[in-house]
């Protein structure tokens, strides 16, 4: 009926708002946990079907990376879309596709992180809808090559975004990162920056990255950096570095899958 779609939620608002107190409603994406004595919790908002395998989802309790951390929610989807990736038997076709996949799922829920803002449109009846519009001053920075992989799904979700490389290789021996490449749009000190990056291994590339933000006026809570998957060393690493970076993956393992650039590419 009318009176439903007039109250009908946009699909950026949850059903249930438990954030009166709050300028925007709680995002559907989960912190990662570092409190021992409440290991089993997770303290964002969580979905009544979600999955209580804590044990993948949150970090170790040694590791005290705070709620700059955020994991997508796990279901069987994304489950089997990283079972597939890090399976050394898959096909470099099905590699990319479900890389692909996962890739247009942080993406997704990278885009919404970013601020914005309540609007009233009107629909073809002639009746008003409460909706929310995305704020311009966003852009996109690759960390090439790996992080090349994800900007198709940037696109894909949004056309007309920019975005800037960096090129940042690390020694082999010191593992000491350092910059070969880097190029930004003009006023990109004034944009929210979806950092790219699919493996978080040591943190050092992306702490170099950030670095070269920094010098180009980006301040380090105006970054999301988007991950597929992530050690927690790694993380941590760049927490420690940047308190007020946020950090958005899919899994936080040990052991990362660091093939991904070279069998996405097919240089393996």
């Keep these: ?6 109250q009908m939620p946009c699909h950026n608002q949850q059903l249930n708002n438990i954030s009166s107190g709050q300028e925007h409603p709680m995002k559907q994406v989960r912190f990662a946990n570092s409190n021992s004595s409440n290991s089993s919790s997770v303290s964002a908002v969580v979905s009544d079907n979600e999955p209580s395998d804590a044990s993948r989802q949150t970090v170790s309790n040694q590791e005290n990376l705070g709620p700059q951390l955020k994991l997508l929610p796990l ?9 597939i990736i890090r399976d050394k038997t898959t096909s470099r076709g099905d590699f990319v596709f479900c890389a692909d996949r996962l890739i247009r799922l942080v993406v997704e829920e990278g885009l919404n992180q970013l601020p914005y803002s309540e609007c009233t449109v009107t629909t073809p009846t002639g009746y008003k809808y409460e909706g929310v519009k995305f704020e311009r001053g966003n852009c996109g920075v690759s960390i090439m090559r790996s992080g090349e992989a994800m900007e198709q799904g940037l696109r894909d979700c949004c056309r007309s975004i920019r975005i800037g490389k960096i090129l940042i290789q690390s020694d082999e021996e ?35 990255a950030v670095r070269v933000l920094i010098e180009h006026g980006v301040q380090p809570r105006h970054i999301i950096l988007l991950s597929l998957f992530s050690t927690p060393h790694g993380a941590k690493s760049i927490i420690q570095e940047f308190p007020d970076i946020t950090i958005l993956t899919t ?18």
Excluded at 75 to 83: A, C, H, P, S
């Design 174 to 208: 010191t593992q000491k990162a350092k910059v070969y490449y880097a190029k930004f749009p003009p006023d990109v000190y004034r944009r929210k920056v979806l950092l790219m990056y699919p493996i978080l291994s040591t943190g050092n590339t992306v702490i170099e």
């Design 251 to 268: 899994e936080v393992h040990p052991v990362a899958p660091t093939h991904f650039g070279q069998r996405y590419f097919g240089t393996d």
């Design 75 to 83: 279901n069987d989807q994304i489950r089997e879309l990283q079972t």
């Design 1 to 6: 009926t009318d009176t439903a779609l007039r």
